[in-house]
């Protein structure tokens, strides 16, 4: 099994840029396809969050219908970390963001268990 920690966001007005990272644990880290979602403050906790991205083990990249452009995601396998840059952030990019193992069959999370989470805040 892999387990994450987020890290990485904050407060900032719309416009600005964040990194993202999620760290990991687990020997199996290279060789898994790697997401991240986001649940925002509308949603209720525990239903379906929403798909940002996911990096595959051999580098290829997939990125949800919202993202328009302005979310990069990238790993370092040697330091077992995935990040996410999000530029010229939005408020209602507001949400707090998790990384979780990507499944490609199901296109969402595969594990039911996830991470603290990293809360990203944008003012107007």
């Known amino acids: 099994q892999v387990h994450f920690v987020e890290s990485g966001g904050g407060l900032v007005q719309a416009g600005g840029s964040l990194r993202l990272s999620c760290i990991a644990s687990g020997s199996s880290f290279s060789s898994e396809d790697i997401g991240w979602y986001r649940q925002t403050p509308a949603q209720v906790p525990g239903t379906r969050r929403e798909?940002?991205?996911?990096?595959?083990?051999?580098?290829?990249?997939l990125y949800g219908d919202s993202t328009e452009g302005r979310f990069t995601i990238s790993r370092d396998n040697a330091k077992k970390t995935v990040y996410l840059q999000i530029d010229n952030l939005k408020p209602e990019d507001t949400a707090v963001y998790f990384c979780?193992?990507?499944?490609?069959?199901?296109?969402?999370?595969?594990?039911?268990?996830w991470g603290p989470g990293t809360q990203v805040t944008v003012s107007s």
């Open positions: 798909f940002i991205a996911a990096i595959h083990r051999g580098g290829g990249t």
């Open positions: 979780n193992v990507h499944s490609d069959y199901s296109d969402y999370a595969y594990y039911d268990y």
